[in-house]
């Protein structure tokens, strides 16, 4: 299955979470709602969940193996680092001016 397209969305309050993601499987399958969470050893993914009537929060959709979860965090990292990068010139150009 391959990673067609990632939308990155930051969220700009402060706390762990740093940033909503979609992704699309294929050109035809979109997950909404990846979450990116700031964590004490590094960021990873939280995939979009619901909260039971008892409280707890279980996945709506999820990776079945570790290797496609290992490498859907990678791509999805990936493309947010890669929106950060691309907002720090524009960062230091408004504090220039």
Avoid: C, W
Avoid at 27 to 42: A, L, M, T, W, Y
Wanted: no cysteine.
């Amino acid at each position: 299955m391959d990673i067609s397209e990632v939308r990155v969305r930051k969220v700009s309050q402060a706390g762990k979470l740093k940033a909503y993601v979609t992704v699309t499987f294929d050109n035809q399958f979109v997950v909404h709602n990846i979450k990116i969470i700031e964590g004490r050893e590094g960021d990873f993914i939280a995939m979009p969940s619901r909260q039971l009537a008892n409280g707890e929060f279980k996945d709506v959709a999820h990776p079945i193996s570790s290797d496609f979860r290992d490498h859907l965090q990678q791509v999805v990292m990936d493309a947010y680092d890669s929106e950060e990068a691309q907002e720090a010139p524009q960062a230091a150009e408004k504090k220039e001016l």
